[in-house]
């Protein structure tokens, strides 16, 4: 997988394995229009970077959990599905959250928050799993798994998801339902990367095409279509049911 | 003749269901198309349970895997990271000069470690000394036996100093002391000169001496 939407912040090295869409803020601050109004994420943003500039970070930090509070479901929903290790995911967020506030004084309004934050997360989200794809060359699989076809994260979805509890379902519905999950995730890690990263971002992330276009350095159009065909492909994989 | 619009393409199907998902106006010919086609409505309602279900699925999964409680947990993760940063690192010192400055509590509790290296310092230096002094008086002494041994009047000073009965006794008497003293003095420098390693007298024994030569009635 992977589209990286790397910016300054967290500007690491590009994968071997993926396309580069490197966008700078100073790339995307022409894109956007200057007549949209600011989100409260955004101002709240703003003003933590003067109290961080001022060097008010007791308020700063105080206020920083609001942004915390407001995106943190979100967060994780992109984080796990990207991962789908609930450990993994917990830790990412974390580190993206970290960074937002260490690095924000580089936030720029031209974007909303949202975008800015999300690029940072998909970026740590890229670079565990790329970790995680070389600490499993060094790991032996065992041959009594269900699935030996399975790779690791397959299985660690699986566990994850037979882990989970699952509210008042009787064990029938549980079972059904943890395999919908299984096949959801295999169907979606068959996505091509940059196909994947647009649904992960459109449907778990409820970004908008436009701002997915911002945050991967794609146009708007471009990000439907590859919305689209990521769609279309998984109706195919699943046979049209989840 | 009324011309009917052709059915929506699936790609305008997803506009429209991400832009109703989102809460944004549905394109209107779109919207009114759908309204007024069976067909596409069906096919707009099937996208929008699947993708629903995807949604709901996974909001599911995501909230049964991160309760309210690890959410809590872990904005307190991260508001005790946030707390560390701005803040200067802490150096831990080195254990052997933490003695130094540590705190009161501190130095009471590495006290018997300091006298423990002091005694073990003053160990090591009265072995040294020890030593040093053992091989340096060994040494002047073997070194002025030998000296006193190989010195030609040695034997007459010591005659000179002999004491007053020896004076006393007849001459014959006085060679025989005599030679009993140069034999003596000369049994010492052989054996001064010979090896003190037992393992070596073997090989001594086996090499021609400059003494044997000298010895040796010509």
Not at chain 1, 65 to 78: C, K
Not at chain 1, 207 to 221: H, Q, Y
Not at chain 2, 100 to 115: F, L, M, Y
Request: include cysteine; charged fraction near 25%.
């Amino acid at each position: 997988m992977s589209t990286d939407v790397r910016n300054s912040v967290t500007g690491a090295a590009t994968p071997a394995d993926a396309p580069t869409v490197a966008t700078s803020p100073a790339e995307l601050s022409p894109r956007r229009p200057a007549a949209t109004p600011l989100s409260d994420d955004s101002r709240l943003a703003v003003d933590i970077r003067g109290l961080v500039e001022r060097g008010e970070l007791d308020e700063a930090r105080r206020q920083f959990e609001g942004l915390v509070v407001a995106h943190q479901r979100r967060a994780l929903r992109i984080a796990f599905q990207y991962l789908r290790d609930a450990a993994e995911a917990d830790e990412a967020v974390q580190d993206a959250f970290v960074k937002v506030f260490s690095h924000i004084g580089s936030y720029r309004e031209a974007w909303p928050f949202e975008v800015w934050f999300t690029r940072i997360l998909i970026n740590g989200c890229l670079d565990r799993r790329k970790a995680r794809v070389r600490r499993d060359r060094w790991i032996v699989q065992s041959d009594d798994t269900t699935n030996a076809s399975a790779s690791l994260s397959d299985r660690r979805s699986f566990a994850a998801a037979a882990n989970a509890p699952s509210g008042q379902l009787d064990p029938e519905a549980r079972l059904l339902a943890r395999e919908r999950r299984a096949r959801m995730t295999a169907a979606i890690e068959r996505l091509e990367g940059r196909q994947r990263t647009v649904f992960m971002l459109c449907h778990y992330g409820d970004c908008t095409p436009r701002e997915v276009g911002a945050m991967i350095g794609l146009n708007e159009s471009t990000v439907r279509v590859h919305l689209f065909r990521a769609a279309r492909k998984l109706r195919a994989l699943l046979g049209g049911q989840p | 003749m009324i011309v009917r619009a052709p059915h929506l393409q699936d790609d305008v199907l997803y506009d429209c269901y991400y832009a109703s998902r989102r809460g944004d106006a549905v394109d209107p010919p779109s919207a009114e198309h759908l309204a007024d086609c069976q067909a596409c409505a069906t096919r707009y309602a099937e996208l929008g349970t699947f993708l629903n279900t995807l949604s709901e699925d996974a909001d599911a999964e995501v909230a049964a895997l991160f309760p309210a409680d690890r959410l809590r947990a872990q904005q307190q993760d991260i508001a005790r990271r946030l707390e560390l940063i701005g803040r200067a690192a802490r150096v831990i010192s080195f254990p052997g000069r933490a003695a130094g400055h540590g705190t009161s509590s501190t130095q009471v509790v590495r006290t018997p470690v300091r006298v423990a290296r002091w005694i073990a310092v003053a160990a090591a230096a009265g072995l040294f000394v020890g030593v040093a002094a053992g091989t340096l008086f060994n040494g002047s002494a073997r070194l002025d036996a030998t000296r006193d041994a190989r010195r030609p009047g040695a034997v007459a000073s010591r005659r000179v100093n002999t004491p007053a009965p020896a004076r006393l006794a007849s001459s014959n008497v006085e060679e025989a002391v005599v030679d009993m003293d140069e034999m003596f003095m000369s049994d010492l420098e052989t054996v001064l000169d010979r090896p003190h390693t037992s393992e070596l007298v073997a090989f001594d024994a086996l090499t021609p001496h400059v003494r044997d030569a000298r010895d040796f009635p010509r």
